[in-house]
C-alpha cells in the first residue's frame, strides 16, 4: 500500500514500448539524490524549492527581523516615543560614530555629536546643526527611560542609548515636538505589522471558510457567495473606508480603535482568496481521495476541512503572504488621510501624516524619509516571500 504523504518518482521505470510520454517533469537539481527525491514528502521538496529561491530566503529574514523587532520595541527603542524634547524640536539626525581623536591618536568610543543651536535674525526662527566638537558618548544595555516589557515585566535597560541619558541621541531625527523619531518608528512597528497579520488572519478564516462552502456544494450555496463577493468587490474603497472610519466614535479609545480599523480593513480583504479557494475545490472534489473518505463514511465537514483543505495549505499560506502586505499599506493609508488610526497611537501611517505638511517637508525631510523606507522595505519583503512560496508550493514546476 502506498502512503499517500510520500511522491513515488522512480526514475528507473520506463514507460511501455510505443507509448509516447510527454516532457518529464522532475524537482530533481544538480547535485540531488535521485534515491532520496524519490521518497521525499511533498513538504519536503517545497521546503527545498523554496531554501533555492534566494531572493524569498532573504525577504523572510528581513520580515522575522521586523517581528522581531515589533515584539520587543520596548527593549530595542533609545527612549519613549512620546517623550517631548522642546529644545530639539526638528533637530537633524545624529551620525554614528566609533573613534574620536585625541592627541595619542584615534580612540574607541562609539559616540554621536551634540546639537549647536542658530537663530535666523530676520525669522526668528530656530535651527539646529551638528556640532563637531560636543562628543556624547553611547552604550549597549544602558539604563533609560523606565518601561514594561509587553505590558508585564518593569525594566529600565535599551539596546542602545547614551551614557548620560540627560543628553540627546537622536539618531534619525526628531520631530515637531522634539520627539525621537527612531523610537516612534520602532514602536510604529508593532501597529502596522501586526494590523497586517491580524487583518489577514481575519480575511482568511473568512475567505476559506465562504470559498470552500461555495466549491464544495455548488448551487445555490456557490451562486450566493459568488453574488456576495461581487458586491463586496464592486464597492468604492476609499469611500467606503471614510464611511467606516467616520462612524467610529471619538470618544473611543486608541486601542478600540485599532481593533474596529483592523476589522474594516479585513472585511474588504477576503473576497480574491475565496475566489481562489473555491476554484481549487472544484478541481478536487471529484479526485480519488475524496470519493473514498465519502465511501468510507466521512461526514462533509470532515471531507472538507480534513481531507481537501489540507492539500491547499502551501497555496494559502502564499496567498496569505502576499495579502498582508495589502494590509499594511490599507492601515498606512488610512492613518496618512487622517481616517484610521490618530495620535497618541503610532504606526507608520501616523508617523506620514507629518508629511501633509509642506513646511515640515522641506524642513525636516527625515520625517517623511524613514516611515516611507519602512513601509517600502516591508512591503517588498512580504511580496518576495509571498512569490517564493507561491513557486514552492508546486515543486515540480520548471
Avoid: C
Amino acid at each position: 500500500m502506498t502512503d499517500a504523504s510520500h511522491t513515488v518518482l522512480d526514475p528507473t521505470i520506463l514507460p511501455p514500448d510505443g507509448e509516447e510520454t510527454g516532457p518529464a517533469i522532475s524537482p530533481l537539481r544538480p547535485g540531488d539524490d535521485p534515491s532520496q527525491v524519490a521518497v521525499a514528502s511533498q513538504w519536503t521538496l517545497i521546503r527545498h524549492k523554496f531554501f533555492r529561491n534566494k531572493v524569498a530566503v532573504a525577504a523572510g529574514i528581513v520580515v522575522l527581523l521586523f517581528y522581531f523587532v515589533a515584539l520587543f520595541v520596548e527593549f530595542l527603542a533609545p527612549t519613549d516615543p512620546t517623550a517631548a524634547q522642546p529644545r530639539f524640536t526638528f533637530a537633524p539626525p545624529q551620525t554614528l560614530s566609533f573613534f574620536v581623536e585625541d592627541e595619542d591618536g584615534r580612540e574607541w568610543l562609539p559616540h554621536v555629536k551634540g546639537y549647536a543651536m542658530k537663530v535666523d535674525p530676520a525669522s526668528l526662527r530656530r535651527t539646529f546643526t551638528v556640532d563637531p566638537e560636543k562628543v556624547i558618548p553611547i552604550g549597549l544595555f544602558v539604563e533609560g527611560t523606565p518601561y514594561r516589557l509587553w505590558g508585564l515585566f518593569p525594566m529600565n535597560r535599551h539596546l542602545i542609548g547614551p551614557l548620560d541619558p540627560s543628553q540627546p541621541m537622536n539618531l534619525l531625527g526628531t520631530d515637531s515636538l522634539g520627539r525621537d523619531l527612531l523610537s516612534r518608528l520602532i514602536y510604529g512597528a508593532r501597529v502596522s505589522m501586526s494590523i497586517g497579520l491580524i487583518g489577514v488572519i481575519s480575511s482568511l478564516i473568512i475567505g476559506t471558510v465562504l470559498g470552500a462552502l461555495s466549491g464544495y456544494f455548488g448551487g445555490w450555496v456557490d451562486l450566493a457567495v459568488q453574488r456576495l463577493i461581487e458586491v463586496v468587490s464592486a464597492m468604492p474603497t476609499i469611500p467606503l473606508w471614510l464611511g467606516l472610519a467616520a462612524a467610529i466614535p471619538i470618544t473611543w479609545a486608541p486601542l478600540k480603535v485599532y481593533f474596529v480599523i483592523t476589522l474594516i480593513v479585513s472585511l474588504l480583504a477576503w473576497t480574491s482568496l475565496a475566489r481562489e479557494v473555491r476554484g481549487r475545490f472544484f478541481a478536487l472534489k471529484n479526485e480519488d481521495f475524496v470519493t473514498a473518505a465519502i465511501l468510507d463514511g466521512s461526514r462533509r465537514r470532515r471531507v472538507i476541512f480534513r481531507h481537501i483543505l489540507p492539500s491547499l495549505t502551501s497555496h494559502i499560506l502564499a496567498v496569505v503572504t502576499l495579502a498582508i502586505p495589502t494590509m499594511i499599506v490599507a492601515e498606512t493609508a488610512l492613518s496618512f488621510l487622517g481616517i484610521g488610526l490618530k495620535p497618541p497611537v503610532v504606526s507608520w501611517g501616523v508617523l506620514l501624516q507629518d508629511a501633509q505638511n509642506i513646511r515640515t517637508v522641506a524642513t525636516a525631510p527625515w520625517l517623511l524619509i524613514w516611515p516611507s523606507l519602512a513601509v517600502v522595505f516591508a512591503v517588498l519583503s512580504f511580496n518576495f516571500l509571498g512569490d517564493g512560496m507561491r513557486d514552492a508550493a508546486d515543486p515540480y514546476e520548471a
